[in-house]
């Protein structure tokens, strides 16, 4: 993505009155932006030891529960992200070489592709609906033909963790498209880009987190 040594020449114009220097805002911001990663790697971390204590308890309830999910729509929407987040970095790249409309088309298709992704979750999150696989207590195992009685924890764990996930890549989608009205207006170029290396970071930890998610849930189970 961005390099370190581009701060130094940040233009003395983008610097907020509270720093003293660009490089100072520049590593400052750098900070602040991981600091926020870290809290939402150990948010998500706190989940997966989660599912790895109760997986170990329950392995073949896991196994059951993954073979509900349709891995092929869960591997294409890895695909998506995978690609959303080359996308995403390349636009950070324009932006740098003052290559605008190739920033905007680059942020445009990464903004698609989190779309993308949010509607096969849709049509998953339907089909498990249609077929009554619910979360906890909610599940009716005689309905839907269990054969362990606690599924329902499978699936809390699946609608907790693609469900958060999910909010992320709202949450994304709604900074990377800010993010791109900026660059229209002409808010980032070769001298100033941090505002965009900060959601793009967040971008890539949204991509990481499901890369994470898709084997544990559709293919490990």
């Given at each position: 993505m961005s390099t370190d040594n581009t701060a130094h020449g940040a233009h003395t114009a983008h610097v907020a009155h509270h720093f003293k220097t660009?490089?100072?805002?520049?590593?400052?911001g750098k900070e602040g932006i991981?600091?926020?990663?870290?809290?939402?790697?150990?948010?998500?971390?706190?989940?997966?030891?989660?599912y790895?204590?109760?997986?170990?308890?329950?392995?073949?309830?896991?196994?059951?529960?993954?073979?509900?999910?349709?891995w092929k729509m869960g591997f294409v929407n890895t695909l998506v992200l995978i690609f959303s987040s080359f996308t995403m970095a390349i636009s950070i790249s324009f932006i740098q070489?003052?290559?605008?409309?190739?920033?905007?088309?680059?942020?445009?298709?990464?903004?698609?592709?989190?779309?993308?992704?949010?509607?096969?979750?849709?049509?998953?999150?339907?089909?498990?609906f249609h077929l009554g696989l619910f979360?906890?207590?909610?599940?009716?195992?005689?309905?839907?033909?269990?054969?362990?009685?606690?599924l329902g924890l499978y699936f809390g764990f699946y609608y907790v963790m693609t469900g958060l996930h999910g909010i992320h890549v709202l949450l994304g989608m709604g900074l990377i498209t800010w993010c791109l009205i900026r660059t229209i207006r002409g808010d980032f170029h070769s001298?100033?880009?941090?505002?965009?290396?900060?959601?793009?970071?967040?971008?890539?930890?949204?991509?990481?987190?499901?890369?994470?998610?898709?084997?544990?849930?559709?293919?490990?189970g």
């Open positions: 660009a490089e100072q805002q520049y590593s400052s991981w600091l926020f990663m870290l809290t939402e790697i150990l948010m998500f971390g706190a989940i997966f030891v989660g790895a204590l109760y997986h170990n308890e329950y392995p073949a309830m896991f196994a059951e529960g993954a073979k509900s999910l349709d070489k003052n290559q605008q409309k190739k920033a905007v088309l680059a942020l445009a298709t990464t903004v698609l592709c989190g779309a993308i992704f949010m509607v096969i979750k849709y049509f998953e999150y339907q089909h498990k979360p906890g207590k909610f599940l009716d195992v005689a309905k839907v033909g269990a054969e362990h009685a606690n001298q100033y880009w941090i505002v965009v290396e900060g959601v793009g970071l967040f971008w890539h930890i949204v991509d990481l987190i499901w890369i994470f998610l898709f084997p544990l849930l559709y293919l490990v």
